[in-house]
T-cell receptor, first 112, second 114 residues
Framework: GQQVMQIPQYQHVQEGEDFTTYCNSS?????IQWYKQRPGGHPVFLIQ?????EVKKQKRLTFQFGEAKKNSSLHITATQTTDVGTYFC????????????FGKGTHLIIQP | GAGVSQSPRYKVAKRGQDVALRCDPI?????LFWYQQALGQGPEFLTY????????KSGLPSDRFFAERPEGSVSTLKIQRTQQEDSAVYLC????????????FGPGTRLTVT
């Protein structure tokens, strides 16, 4: 079955440093989504990428979808304490109707 | 507006007991998903409904797990004869329709089997 690998598992950064998490799928994806989960909370949708090579930005967050639609990345510029949480990528295999395959997430820890 | 709600938020069950977890999706959302999230892991897909039809139940770990959505709105995930390995957070998510990709998650039900 489809597998989604995400690295690193944990990332410690100083406040103000940049952060990147990487996601790789064993199969070609129809779309990839990114979610953020705060400690004790539930996943909250951040963005969806559909097109090969797509790049989207949300303020300090930049999302990329690889040309082969098998990998993706999330980059945060100048991290803030509010960025703390776990970032998950989730791959969809088609149609938008299926359940997502989530990576194990990257836990972002920020030291002030 | 109201988001996805789940009840109970916490459930402690003795091994062998049956449990029922409820999900109220966002009004008008056609698609409903159940996920299981173990501590420190990502959510794992269990099952998917489009209206009242269960279109995919490939993620249900055993025949002890059963889900229904009889009127295409509220959904119930039932676990029979609970085992310790069933301990996890059970997340429900809904999506506007089959063409919409964004999933809105509820707060989850934390199930602890003792």
């Amino acid at each position: 079955g489809q597998q989604v690998m995400q690295i690193p598992q944990y990332q410690h950064v100083q406040e103000g440093e940049d952060f990147t998490t990487y996601c790789n799928s064993s199969t070609t994806l129809s779309n990839i989504q990114w979610y953020k989960q705060r400690p004790g909370g539930h996943p909250v949708f951040l963005i969806q990428l559909v097109k090969s090579g797509e790049v989207k930005k949300q303020k300090r967050l930049t999302f990329q979808f690889g040309e082969a639609k098998k990998n993706s990345s999330l980059h945060i510029t100048a991290t803030q304490t509010t960025d703390v949480g776990t970032y998950f990528c989730a791959g969809g295999s088609g149609g938008g109707a299926d359940g997502l395959t989530f990576g194990k997430g990257t836990h972002l820890i920020i030291q002030p | 507006g109201a988001g996805v709600s789940q009840s109970p938020r916490y459930k402690v069950a003795k091994r062998g007991q049956d449990v029922a977890l409820r999900c109220d999706p966002i009004s008008g959302h056609v698609s409903l998903f159940w996920y299981q999230q173990a501590l420190g892991q990502g959510p794992e897909f269990l099952t998917y409904f489009q209206n009242e039809a269960q279109l995919d139940k490939s993620g249900l770990p055993s025949d002890r797990f059963f889900a229904e959505r009889p009127e295409g709105s509220v959904s119930t995930l039932k676990i029979q004869r609970t085992q310790q390995e069933d301990s996890a957070v059970y997340l429900c998510a809904s999506s506007l329709n089959y063409r919409a990709y964004e999933q809105y998650f509820g707060p989850g039900t934390r199930l602890t089997v003792t």
